[in-house]
């Protein structure tokens, strides 16, 4: 069984920076993938970053690529999602998730933490 927890959401306003952590517990040693979505009220979730456990390769949705970084720490079981730039869009609940071994798809999700920006 493996646990995912966020934390690091608020409210931000332009000009502040925001960093989001999520850390893995439990039979981590299943994970390939960590992966950040987001949803935005009355929008489908939709994807955001994501980091390969065990190497350093990203992906990032056009959305955000320039503007957010998806880093580890060594351990390999925290994952943040650094943000700046914001865009109104930027409004969401953020949710980590995670692909485990033989599974191409994220099957492993947290409970969501609330970015909001403000106008």
């Known amino acids: 069984q493996v646990q995912l927890k966020e934390s690091g959401g608020g409210l931000v306003q332009a000009g502040d920076s925001l960093r989001l952590s999520c850390t893995a517990s439990g039979r981590t040693g299943i994970i390939t993938v960590l992966g950040w979505f987001r949803q935005a009220p009355g929008k489908d979730r939709e994807f955001v970053a994501s980091i390969t456990r065990s190497t350093v390769n990203t992906q990032y949705a056009d959305s955000v690529r320039g503007r957010f970084a998806i880093s580890k720490d060594k351990t390999m079981n925290t994952v943040f999602l650094q943000m700046t730039n914001w865009s109104p869009e930027d409004t969401a609940v953020y949710y980590c998730?995670?692909?485990?071994?033989?599974?191409?798809?994220?099957?492993?999700w947290g409970q969501g933490t609330q970015v909001s920006v403000s106008s």
């Open positions: 998730a995670a692909k485990n071994r033989g599974s191409s798809e994220y099957s492993l």
